[in-house]
């Protein structure tokens, strides 16, 4: 197989494409089209600042390496977990996350949860009904509140996440299943901030396959933690990948095509006229001052609240946003 552009031997073939690439006109090809769904999609310009979202993951650091490189003004948030499940899970990550902000002298913002709320993610968790069983909806609870909170602090423009194509379809292929409107209404490349105080977000890799942006890391000699968080095995999202990728197998860009036609959909109105990002009428939280639709304190606050005084531990001090 040979380079397209040059004739050279080929590093990545991108069936779905029917594209083949050498190594550097792939390295070349991964910033350019993301400059062109930044673009295309009116994710930020070049006069923003962006706060990037770094788990230590191919995705996110890739991420952050292509906008820096594109000349963005993007630091990274990284947000400490406390998940060891016996790989050191989050130590490494960080390390790593740290790792690749010193080597390009970036800016990496770090919140290390235990600090700040007093508990691990898996010590909170095993305080609340739910989190017994799996961690998960308490650490995305708590990561999507962090993210906000941080942006909003630092008076970030937008904040900008990993998520590739394979994240997306398979969150797509979930809420069809479902049918959850409310939830396919609001899965764009881009989300608008809301006066209520959501910032922006945008995710500029979400047409890349997880195979794309693996090579780019691989190539770009990016170190990455290669374990997924001990949590995610055998979770739904897992499950649907799966699915998607025994599909893809048989006709490849199939999941590129599953997820533009729903954009395309979606823009055209199919599903409900484009929405704000949350439809019920928000107030901020008398605890911590984010967005809610709860009547009282945001779900963040009850939650860690609860843990806290099960845990007798005392209330943490912090600036509202
Ligand atoms: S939610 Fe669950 Fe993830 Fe948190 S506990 Fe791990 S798998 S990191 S995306
Ligand atoms: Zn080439
Ligand atoms: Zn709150």
Request: net charge positive; glycine share 8%; aromatic share 8%.
């Amino acid at each position: 197989m040979r380079c397209r552009k040059c004739g050279e031997k080929a590093a990545v073939n991108m069936r779905q494409h029917k594209l083949a690439l050498c190594r550097d006109h792939f390295l070349e090809w991964i910033p350019e089209q993301t400059q062109r769904f930044i673009e295309k999609y009116r994710m930020f310009d070049r006069g923003d600042r962006i706060l990037v979202a770094v788990s230590g993951g191919k995705d996110s650091l890739s991420l952050w390496d292509v906008l820096h490189r594109l000349g963005y003004h993007a630091d990274g948030l990284y947000i400490g977990l406390g998940i060891d499940g016996g790989l050191r899970y989050s130590a490494e990550s960080q390390r790593l996350a740290q790792q690749f902000a010193d080597a390009h002298h970036l800016n990496l913002i770090v919140v290390d949860i235990a600090q700040q709320e007093g508990a691990t993610i898996p010590q909170a968790a095993a305080q609340t009904h739910r989190g017994q069983v799996k961690p998960c909806s308490l650490c995305g609870l708590t990561k999507r509140h962090i993210m906000n909170r941080v942006a909003r602090q630092g008076g970030y423009d937008v904040l900008a996440t990993g998520h590739n194509l394979d994240d997306e379809a398979a969150v797509l292929f979930g809420n069809a299943l479902s049918w959850s409107v409310g939830y396919l209404a609001r899965q764009a490349p881009v989300l608008e901030a809301s006066e209520d105080g959501f910032v922006r977000k945008a995710k500029p890799f979400c047409r890349f396959y997880e195979r794309e942006t693996a090579a780019y890391a691989l190539l770009r000699g990016i170190e990455y933690i290669y374990d997924e968080c001990p949590h995610a095995v055998g979770s739904t999202s897992i499950y649907h990948k799966e699915i998607l990728n025994r599909m893809e197998a048989d006709r490849p860009g199939l999941k590129l095509s599953f997820y533009l036609a729903f954009l395309e959909a979606r823009e055209h109105g199919l599903l409900a006229p484009p929405q704000p990002q949350e439809q019920h009428a928000l107030h901020p939280c008398p605890s911590c001052g984010q967005p809610t639709t709860n009547p009282d304190r945001c779900t963040f606050c009850r939650t860690w609240d609860q843990v806290r005084a099960r845990l007798a531990l005392p209330a943490p001090t912090r600036a509202q946003p």
